[in-house]
């Protein structure tokens, strides 16, 4: 294929492929979630989020309209929508059973429709693999799924939730979904799958029990590919976790996680997309009886195999605030970590604030800790609050101290060492804590500066496309230029059709110490600069990494 027979459309797609590559996590200069120079009334979170569920009266003077397989019906009957559904905002909805979106088939939802999940069915909503959900709602008129119990009376687990299924790589063979009564099931070999868009969504007292220890996420997300769209969503008083995700390439943006029973953000499988823009906050009254609450809970899978894909999704800018704000809030023991990373995840944390858990990051089991020596697992600028096991491992027989790792000069952690919630006093976190009305920003000139510092340093993001567009006939990875070089040189490749990309440098002992490139890219050449300011002289080396392609190339920095 030349650039000469290629026409203007495609050409105008493949830029636009480009530009959403390098354009996923938006450089900010702080950590955690918020802007501190924004009131919170000018957040993401205003208009659409909501931190009274219990109380909200919804859609009184509308018609209701049940969907699904209807009223008095037994628990958890099936029904196949097997056609291409809207449901509009002037009707409110009653979800009843398992209310299956089938293959090809689209169910739109028109901004500010209210859908209420009934309790006795176990109303769920699935979007089955190769079926699509349209919900692009905005932040004046959000989509609403809540129980259809009404104010006073409602309860984590009232009704199902959404589970998105598709058909992006996972490292099971035809898994069958968290849940295990849910037909059909998810994963596949297309990493820029879609199933659909999900903008401005709420959803709250989802995660009904299927069984005793089997209950459905507020959100589950199996397999869902890079093409589907999730941002602004919102999930309340799940009575499991309140995001999970199963597989999948998938990237987020503007999550909420507000009182979750399980834990706030929950991956396995492979998953390894990216989210930035992201805050949880617990209840102290609500937390799992029949296992451990965490912020973050990240398997490859159990046992912790080597299966590929790995789970290696990236959260940046994340505040996570646990139940405990002082020593007058009683916590239950069910509450545990801010973030448990075991089973060989590698998982990556960057740019947040985690607070208000008993315990802080523990790494669990050798391969989790391998990883996270090879910073396959990183953790960077994150400001840790802990009351004690601030970083700790568990199941580690390999030599490996995570405090030490955790401590690592210039990658910007602070808060290793043990602090009670008393120590919050002063910081400026008072209102963080506050349940129905929190405003989790940080005070300016107040308390701990290491708690609100800027210095962002997220993956480097200066990827270019060059070459306008032509797609070159085969992978290159060019030398660098210049080389040897101080402090910054120039990166140039060539990948022949779209793919899921990732260009790392490492040092003469394999750790990764940057991450230049990792999303998809449209077929093209690319040019990307490498800053090396921080880092010693030596040889390093840099790999390219599009699909089955992969090269390696040799630098000198010479400081
Ligand atoms: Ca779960
Ligand atoms: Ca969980
Ligand atoms: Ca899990
Ligand atoms: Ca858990």
């Keep these: 294929m030349t650039k000469a027979i290629l026409p203007l459309l495609v050409l105008l797609a493949l830029a636009a492929g480009a530009a959403e590559a390098q354009s996923f996590f938006t450089p900010v200069g702080y950590r955690g979630a918020f802007d501190p120079a924004q009131p919170m009334g000018s957040q993401w979170t205003a208009g659409w989020t909501n931190f009274s569920p219990q109380s909200t009266a919804y859609g009184a003077s509308r018609p209701q309209v049940v969907i699904g397989t209807g009223l008095g019906r037994p628990a958890r009957e099936s029904f196949f929508q097997n056609f291409n559904r809207r449901l509009d905002a002037d009707t409110v909805y009653v979800l009843t059973g398992l209310y299956y979106v089938d293959s090809t088939r689209t169910l739109t939802v028109e901004p500010g429709t209210v859908v209420l999940g009934d309790s006795a069915t176990q109303g769920t909503l699935i979007i089955r693999r190769g079926a699509f959900i349209n919900a692009a709602a905005t932040a004046g ?3 609403v799924f809540a129980p259809l119990d009404p104010p006073g009376r409602r309860n984590p687990g009232d009704w199902g939730g959404i589970v998105l299924l598709g058909r992006a790589p996972v490292n099971k063979t035809e898994p069958v979904i968290e849940g295990g009564l849910i037909a059909g099931s998810y994963g596949g070999t297309n990493a820029l799958d879609s199933t659909g868009v999900m903008q401005y969504v709420r959803i709250e007292y ?36 309140s ?14 996680a507000l009182g979750g029973t399980d834990d706030d953000f929950d991956s396995d499988f492979g998953w390894s997309g990216r989210v930035q823009f992201a805050w949880a906050k617990k209840d102290p009254n609500f937390f799992d009886a029949a296992g451990q609450t965490n912020g973050w809970e990240s398997d490859n899978d159990d046992p912790p195999s080597l299966s590929n894909p790995r789970t290696s999704g990236t ?9 405990q704000q002082d020593t007058s809030v009683a916590v239950n023991s069910r509450f545990e970590r801010a973030a448990l990373l075991r089973r060989n995840t590698r998982m990556s944390i960057h740019n947040s604030i985690l607070m208000g858990y008993p315990f802080g990051i523990e790494i669990r089991n050798d391969t989790t800790a391998a990883g996270a020596l090879a910073s396959y697992l990183q953790v960077r600028n994150v400001s840790l609050q802990a009351r004690t096991n601030v970083v700790t491992s568990s199941s580690v027989t390999i030599p490996f101290s995570a405090p030490t790792w955790f401590a690592t000069a ?10 009670r919630p008393v120590d919050l006093v002063g910081t400026g976190v008072a209102n963080w804590f506050d349940i129905a009305n929190p405003a989790p920003i940080p005070v300016s000139g107040q308390g701990e500066t290491a708690l609100f510092t800027t210095n962002y340093n997220n993956p480097q993001l200066s990827v270019r496309e060059i070459g306008e567009g032509a797609v070159p006939e085969g992978f290159l990875l060019q030398q660098n230029y210049p080389n040897p070089f101080n402090p910054t040189t120039l990166i140039r490749f060539s990948i022949p059709a779209d793919a899921r990309t990732t260009l790392a440098v490492y040092n003469l002992v394999g750790q990764r110490v940057a991450e230049l490139v990792n999303g998809e890219l449209a077929g093209g050449t690319y040019e990307v600069d490498f800053d090396a300011s921080n880092l010693p002289s030596g040889t390093y080396f840099y790999r390219l990494s599009a699909g089955a392609f992969s090269r390696t190339g040799k630098m000198m920095l010479v400081k």
């Design 141 to 143: 008129a959000p989509i």
């Design 243 to 256: 995001f999970e995700w199963f597989g999948g390439t998938v990237d987020a943006r503007y999550l909420v």
């Design 410 to 419: 210039g990658w910007g952690n602070t808060g290793g060492t043990p602090r």
């Design 206 to 241: 989802p995660g009904t029990r299927f069984q005793l220890n089997n209950e459905v996420n507020g959100l589950t997300m199996g397999g869902v590919g890079s093409k589907t769209r999730i941002d602004h969503v919102q999930v309340s008083y799940s009575f499991d976790d």
């Design 315 to 323: 959260f940046s800018n994340v505040t996570l605030v646990g139940p």
